[in-house]
């Protein structure tokens, strides 16, 4: 199923409800700076959009529109048919955008540090709860009753991600890897239909990477997830999306499957240069697999 | 859900929940014993002729104010400098529904039924609240340190507006007297509320001090206290959470506002007495002082710093001035020989606020977390994500309502 | 609202007793030159380490003290010459320069600095320490009840009419030898701070500093001793403020600092925290809204102000600052700087 959305062309006529979320022309600008400029991007319920781009290339910008950390300057954002940002200035805050169903991780870790595992998880559950303060007063049953069943759904998501027993480790003492899985748990915790990961193996050694990649597509298939990607590391990108747009200098230079992608004159220019792409050009293999070996970058394909 | 999530959370959480619910239970009974301790001192005082029951009155008023502002600055991590004007807003409500001289008596705006002790203190606390809301609203957008001047600004605006707005709060001649809790029975024994019962009053006090702990806890450790915890951790991950933050900020301050209603028309009545002078800086400063050097968020670190200060200013600086003015005496030091502590006040409040900070940020008796929470990295919030996460122009109805 | 509302009786206000305006003007002026130096500390400190100096007020209050202690050592009266009461005002006013200074940076030193990287609320609740501190310090030294200073202007030059006596106007506003001593006093501070500042090998440090602490460390600059000095120079504005308001007010007392640093505070904000020239033109503002608030309100005409007089002034004043803050937290010259996350 996966594999024929990939193939869908951007522009052709799809049912609405098999687009989850769609981007029309969406700008941002800092002061003169233009950091996203008008990007479009459909993903299609289901699949695994990546998101590459050199360093710079505006997409943690458009990432953080899409959450609702930034409002765009121009164009909107529609997610499950509504329109969630426009640039007119009326624009969803990250909470309305989080109780909507996109959750995210960030790049630069950031969980609640002095918080343990569990109750980090539990604030992800935060807009699945429907306790009062009042009730809280009062401690009415119902309260105590979804206190206890949130607790226990919360060890399940410790336990899916590989951080069982660790429920009660305060956050920051964790390991870096774990600290990266107890944001996906986090995350996760809101059942969102969309999962934005943010660069979610920056800083893993390679095992780890393959590990946490799989574990991307695994945790895709069983939950039902739509997963928007940001990856600086090509292999993972190319590894697990279904389809990856390539961002430069906050433009959109190409869509598609990762092996078009990989072969695009354009995005090998962006990565490398205008020289470095045509020594890249010579060179023939440019692989794509990440379970077979090491897959190559155009980088490595240069050498 | 996925077949591979385990459904059973009994094995992984049996441990935590057990040694959570035995730590809740040496809690709770540490704090019965340490109430009982506080509800036996007016025989303590009789039996020794100590003679200090009202100032140990005045110190629970702290207490409870302690206790409320730790709500704001502790568990919000909103750092209040205006907390008098809901102190003050409480004793303005309690005095201005109860007293003979108030403006609304006068004219007959309040009904009979609410000119009593009891339903006013309820209407102050809710009254204080809506205050809390209302002062809350337009500054919780602004960052930290801007914040602690504007509520400021508001603690300097409310005792003068009191103060001026003389025909209805009677100016600098105050409101005397306020009503008071009429007499009642309790297992034989008559609470009486005249000024000499004292000890009535002292119980009061406390029991008004026991029930705000009690809902504090439960506030604190319901799912409201976790979202200040993560607010108060990191706004933008808290948001991008789906935490509201206008909300859950405006919670904190409204309930730490409701408490100082309490401790506002507690005292009031308790003094007879309603004057703007008893609203001034000073009196945000030194809840301010035992918060922190209690430790800010752990709520008995800051009963503790309330004790101490209140301690401190109330009655060792009354006891020791004799000694030391005998002592100067003695030695020919004029300084010492008339010396009056009780004046010393701003040196202490601001040598407690400065030391701490110093030595022990986390306070006397931290949170374990707020410990950890002194030696962070930075932390930069950009004006844009400012200015997006505060966006509260759509609170109640968000952009997000249209079809595509 | 009701900002817009006395906003539109002043208008009126001023075209219909253009004199008594006039006058409120002056003073107003008098009074944002000296709420524009003590704004100028806030926003020195403020633009290089972002804390809210809230001892500051109490710097200011301290050189008053100092000044009036440094009049009263030298013993002059009215009586001796111009030159030796000129000589005894610039010595006060030097004196209380270097002494807020010094005590400025020595709660750097001691406090704050160790406070650098602490959460940004730890130096700012040290600072509301500091002013307690030094609040008492004063009572200690001074005692707590208001003091005049001893007098530096010959009586007869009290009530001089400057406009009346050297321009031979016949008109009932008065510009007073004091009025104008204090404007002569504050501008070439002024022009003297903003060529320290832009001109100066250490002014450009202060500012790489402020821009960015880090990036200034890597280029060689000693930040520590840019923020130092940020204090120092912040001190000694504050510490010539005191000078002058002890004259300019006549008296002294321990909680001045207090109300002129909210004051000041209120200015630095309204001008654009952390910009020099925001801070002047703040203190201006706030010192012409406190001097028209003081008289002019209640006079205005039909009486529908006649209830409000000083005791409204610091509601109005902080409501002002309240404002500010909520709608428009850079102030009147300050911008947003965009950061990325």
Redesign the interface.
């Known amino acids: 199923m996966t594999a024929t959305m990939a193939e869908v062309k951007p522009g052709a006529h799809v049912g609405?409800d098999s687009i989850i979320l769609?981007a029309e022309k969406i700008t941002k600008q800092?002061?003169g700076l233009t950091a996203v400029n008008a990007v479009d991007l459909d993903i299609y319920r289901g699949s695994i959009q990546g998101v590459i781009g050199p360093n710079g290339a505006g997409k943690?910008?458009f990432f953080?529109m899409v959450?609702?950390?930034?409002?765009p300057t121009e164009g909107r954002i529609?997610f499950e048919?509504?329109?969630?940002?426009?640039g007119g200035g009326?624009?969803?805050?990250?909470?309305?955008?989080?109780?909507?169903g996109i959750?995210?991780t960030?790049?630069n870790i950031?969980?609640?540090?002095?918080?343990t595992a569990?109750?980090n998880v539990?604030?992800?559950m935060?807009?699945r709860?429907r306790?009062s303060?009042l009730g809280?007063?009062l401690?009415l049953p119902s309260?105590s009753r979804e206190?206890q069943q949130a607790?226990?759904?919360a060890?399940?998501w410790?336990?899916?991600v590989g951080l069982?027993?660790k429920?009660?480790e305060?956050a920051?003492n964790l390991s870096y890897g774990d600290q990266r899985r107890l944001e996906i748990a986090?995350?996760l915790a809101?059942w969102p239909h969309l999962l934005l990961l943010d660069e979610p193996t920056a800083g893993m050694n390679p095992t780890e990477k393959v590990q946490m990649t799989q574990f991307i597509d695994r945790m895709r298939h069983?939950?039902d997830l739509t997963v928007l990607l940001i990856e600086h590391d090509m292999r993972v990108v190319m590894g697990i999306s279904d389809n990856v747009a390539v961002l430069d200098h906050g433009e959109k230079i190409a869509q598609g499957l990762p092996i078009e992608v990989q072969r695009n004159q354009q995005v090998i220019e962006a990565y490398l240069g205008k020289s470095g792409a045509e020594a890249a050009a010579q060179s023939t293999s440019v692989r794509h697999d990440i379970n077979s070996g090491p897959a190559q970058t155009p980088q490595e394909a240069l050498q | 859900?996925?077949?591979?999530?385990?459904?059973a959370?009994g094995e992984?959480?049996s441990g935590?929940?057990l040694q959570r619910i035995m730590s809740g239970r040496q809690e709770n009974l540490l704090l019965c014993l340490a109430i009982s301790v506080f509800a036996l001192y007016p025989l303590v005082d009789e039996l020794f002729d100590i003679g200090r029951l009202g100032s140990m009155g005045s110190i629970m008023i702290y207490v409870l104010l302690a206790m409320g502002l730790n709500i704001v600055v502790g568990y919000a991590g909103l750092l209040d400098l205006g907390y008098a004007a809901f102190f003050a807003i409480g004793a303005y409500t309690m005095g201005l529904l109860t007293s003979p001289k108030s403006f609304f008596i006068k004219e007959g705006y309040v009904p009979e039924w609410l000119q009593h002790f009891w339903p006013a203190l309820a209407v102050s606390w809710v009254v204080a609240a809506i205050f809390g809301v209302l002062l809350g609203a337009p500054t919780l957008r602004l960052r930290g340190d801007y914040l602690a001047i504007v509520t400021l600004g508001f603690g300097e605006i409310v005792p003068n507006f009191f103060l001026n707005a003389e025909k209805i709060t009677n100016g600098t001649l105050g409101l005397n007297p306020v009503g008071k809790p009429s007499t009642f029975t309790i297992f034989g024994h008559k609470f009486a509320f005249a000024p000499t019962d004292q000890d009535n009053w002292y119980w009061l006090i406390l029991a008004i001090c026991v029930l705000s702990l009690f809902?504090i806890r439960?506030?604190y450790?319901?799912?409201?206290g976790?979202?200040w915890?993560?607010v108060r951790?990191?706004e933008?991950?808290?948001?991008?959470?789906?935490?509201?933050?206008v909300r859950t900020k405006l919670?904190a301050f409204a309930?730490g506002a409701s408490f100082a209603g309490f401790a506002g028309s507690l005292s009031a009545a308790y003094f007879q007495y309603v004057h703007p002078a008893n609203f001034e800086f000073i009196v945000s400063i030194t809840i301010l002082s035992m918060v922190v050097l209690g430790g800010i968020g752990n709520i008995y670190g800051v009963i503790a710093g309330a004790l101490l200060i209140g301690f401190f200013d109330r009655i060792l600086t009354e006891e020791l001035t004799p000694p030391l003015n005998s002592l100067g005496d003695a030695l020919s030091i004029d300084f010492l020989a008339n010396h009056n502590l009780t004046q010393d006040k701003f040196l202490i409040f601001g040598l407690a606020l400065v030391l701490t900070m110093l030595l022990r940020p986390e306070g006397l008796f931290p949170s374990a977390?707020r410990k950890?929470?002194f030696h962070?990295e930075e932390d930069k919030i950009s004006e844009?994500?400012q200015q997006?996460?505060y966006?509260i122009r759509?609170m109640d109805e968000?952009?997000?309502?249209?079809?595509? | 609202m009701l900002l817009v509302l006395l906003a539109i009786g002043l208008i009126y206000g001023a075209y219909d007793r253009p004199e008594l305006f006039a006058q409120y003007i002056i003073i107003g002026v008098a009074n944002g030159a000296l709420i524009a130096l003590i704004a100028l500390g806030y926003t020195l400190v403020y633009g290089i380490v972002e804390l809210i100096n809230f001892a500051h007020g109490e710097v200011f209050m301290m050189g008053a003290y100092f000044a009036l202690t440094v009049v009263a050592t030298t013993g002059v009266t009215t009586e001796k010459g111009w030159l030796i009461l000129a000589a005894a005002a610039i010595l006060a006013l030097l004196g209380s320069m270097v002494f807020s200074s010094a005590i400025n940076w020595g709660i750097d030193r001691v406090a704050y600095r160790r406070l650098r990287h602490a959460p940004r609320l730890a130096p700012l609740i040290c600072a509301i320490g500091f002013s307690f501190i030094l609040q008492q310090m004063a009572v200690y030294w001074k005692g707590g009840n208001p003091l005049s200073p001893p007098a530096l202007i010959p009586s007869e030059y009290r009530a001089y009419n400057i406009l009346q006596e050297w321009f031979g106007l016949e008109t009932r506003i008065r510009i007073r030898p004091l009025d104008l001593a204090v404007v002569l006093i504050t501008i070439p501070l002024l022009i003297l701070l903003q060529w320290f500042i832009q001109r100066t090998r250490t002014g450009k440090a202060m500012r790489a500093t402020a821009q960015d602490r880090d990036a200034a460390a890597l280029m060689g600059i000693d930040v520590n001793r840019a923020i130092s000095i940020a204090f120092i120079v912040g001190g000694a504005l504050a510490g010539a403020a005191g000078m002058i308001a002890v004259y300019y007010i006549n008296s002294a007392r321990p909680g001045m600092g207090f109300r002129y640093g909210l004051y000041a505070f209120t200015a630095a904000v309204v001008g654009g925290i952390g910009n020099l020239n925001g801070a002047v033109i703040g203190g201006f503002i706030i010192g012409i809204a406190w001097s028209l608030s003081d008289g002019f309100l209640k006079t205005y005409p039909g009486g529908h102000f006649s209830w409000w007089g000083a005791q409204w002034t610091p509601a109005l004043i902080f409501g002002l600052l309240v404002v500010t803050m909520v709608f428009r937290p850079s102030g009147i010259l300050g911008e947003t700087t965009?950061e990325?996350?």
């Open positions: 609405s769609r800092f002061g943690t910008t953080n959450a609702g950390i930034y409002q529609i048919d509504m329109v969630i940002h426009d009326r624009s969803s805050r990250p909470d309305q955008v989080a109780e909507r959750a995210r960030f790049q950031r969980l609640f540090a002095n918080m569990l109750e539990l604030i992800g935060h807009t709860m306790s303060p809280a007063l401690k309260v206190e607790r226990g759904q060890f399940q410790l336990a899916y069982k027993g429920g009660n305060t920051k986090r995350a809101s069983e939950l | 859900m996925a077949s591979s999530m385990p459904t959370p992984l959480a935590s929940i809902m439960r506030f450790n319901s799912r409201l976790r979202t915890q993560a951790e990191d933008i991950a808290a948001a991008s959470m789906g935490v509201n933050l919670w309930l977390r950890a929470e962070p844009h994500e997006q996460m966006d759509e968000p952009a997000v309502g249209e079809r595509a | 965009a990325k996350v």
